[in-house]
């Protein structure tokens, strides 16, 4: 049931909506899941049909064996090179010793290196804080502040660093309605306005780590500091693009929550997805983007009323 209104509500916004693109040649890419804090299933689930109903990709799931009673990590072995883009949904916070056999993560590394496309799903930047190339990937992350640096956007715009072992832990508040601010143009945000609103998403603060080869796309003022936090950020890694956000949460007992409903969300998954790919992004805004002022969601689907 929660599948077929998925793939129903979905449909109503990018069937009517923007309608979707043809393309005779598909993307492929591959989420990776198994473990986190978060309902890791039903975000890949809605990840999937998001991108799969743009008709711009063909998605397939890698779960881990985590929570499998015979715990086959010896044959999980993901194909990270027969994939254009690999999206990171697995999140190790709740339990550090939790690793991917090592064999996985140089043949991420590698995949990355090689050109590949990674995109870093909300809580996959708290994981993996020990895997030293993973911080490099992702750039930022969920660390304490013994893990990295900080970033934080002055009122001119200018990205200054909070120095390792200085300010705090990242940490985020309760969840809101966010204004996102456009600090950098890039291929994924091309045409979109440069202020712009989204439902109940988690402001992380102090998100720490090595910040090399990183841009910030866009950023959101803390409500009660006013102090201005990195939302969005793309890193290169060798010849390889990452995309890491905040934006994404889905919290358990959550099935398509109004962050995932979000116009502006699905527009910003499908054309990261799609230029990490590659390059670039030809997905089309569609008309019912939010602007400052007026938040857009993708009408649920009747049956859910039920």
């Keep these: 049931m929660v599948k077929l209104f998925l793939r129903s509500a979905i449909f109503l916004f990018f069937g009517h909506v923007v309608f979707a693109q043809s393309h005779s040649d598909k993307l492929n890419v591959l989420i990776v899941d198994g473990f986190s804090n978060h309902n890791w299933k039903q975000t890949s689930l809605v990840v999937k ?3 799969e109903n743009s008709d711009l990709f063909n998605v397939v799931i890698s779960t881990a064996p985590y929570e499998n009673e015979h715990n086959e990590w010896k044959n999980w072995r993901p194909k990270f090179k027969d994939y254009d883009v690999v999206i990171q949904n697995t999140n190790n916070i709740h339990n550090k010793n939790i690793r991917w056999p090592r064999e996985v ?42 893990e990295g640096i900080a970033l934080q956007i002055k009122e001119n ?43 109940d998403m988690e402001l992380y603060k102090f998100a720490r780590g090595p910040a090399k080869n990183l841009t910030v796309l866009s950023y959101a003022k803390d409500n009660n500091t006013n102090i201005k936090w990195p939302v969005e950020w793309v890193v290169s890694y060798g010849k390889g693009r990452v995309y890491n956000s905040s934006m994404g949460h889905l ?26 790919a590659t390059g670039k992004s030809s997905y089309k805004i569609p008309n019912n983007f939010p602007t400052e002022h007026k938040i857009e969601l993708v009408p649920l689907d009747p049956i859910t009323k039920n």
Excluded at 126 to 131: L, Q, T
Excluded at 256 to 265: E, K, T
């Design 49 to 51: 049909t998001i991108l």
């Design 105 to 146: 993560e140089k043949n991420l590394e590698e995949y990355i290196r090689s050109g590949g496309g990674l995109y870093i799903l909300h809580s996959a930047n708290n994981a993996f804080s020990r895997w030293e190339e993973y911080n490099l990937m992702i750039g930022l992350g969920w660390r304490s502040k013994d």
């Design 157 to 199: 715009k200018e990205i200054v660093e909070i120095p390792v072992h200085e300010g705090k832990y990242t940490y985020h508040g309760p969840r809101n309605d966010e204004i996102i601010y456009i600090l950098n143009d890039h291929a994924i945000n091309k045409g979109f306005p440069k202020v712009w609103k989204t439902p």
């Design 251 to 276: 919290w358990k007992g959550d099935s398509y929550p109004v962050s995932y409903r979000c116009v502006g969300f699905q527009t910003i998954l499908i054309r990261a997805t799609e230029w990490l």
